[in-house]
């Protein structure tokens, strides 16, 4: 059974810090690409971050750039996404998900998704 599990989310004042965190069991852990996505009420999924199993490359949102960073640890199956000088853009709930990651940025790329935890950044 496929399990991704998000912790970590909360409230926080802009220019504060977050550190996502998302456990993976089954197949989804050994999936070619995992990624951070947000969606904001009445806005569509978007990419957040990526990285590739393979290679390690990573990918980020214009949006994030130089303020999240997404990493692995492998011992213990888990992704990770750090958020600094949070901006109260970034509330959304965010969500962990493993696919194929043909394109990084597409949801429709991604198989296994996690039930979402929120983000709140207050002014």
């Known amino acids: 059974q496929v399990q991704l599990v998000e912790s970590g989310g909360g409230s926080v004042q802009a220019g504060g810090s977050l550190r996502l965190s998302c456990a993976a069991s089954g197949y989804a852990y050994s999936s070619k690409c995992m990624g951070w996505f947000r969606q904001a009420p009445g806005k569509e999924r978007e990419g957040v971050a990526a990285i590739y199993r393979g290679s390690g490359s990573t990918y980020y949102a214009d949006s994030v750039k130089g303020r999240f960073t997404i990493s692995r640890d492998n011992a213990k199956n888990t992704l990770y996404l750090q958020m600094n000088s949070l901006k109260p853009e970034d509330t959304a709930m965010y969500y962990c998900?493993?696919?194929?990651?043909?394109?990084?940025?597409?949801?429709?790329?991604?198989?296994?998704w996690g039930q979402g935890i929120q983000v709140t950044v207050s002014s």
């Open positions: 998900a493993a696919g194929s990651g043909d394109h990084w940025y597409d949801p429709k790329r991604f198989g296994y």
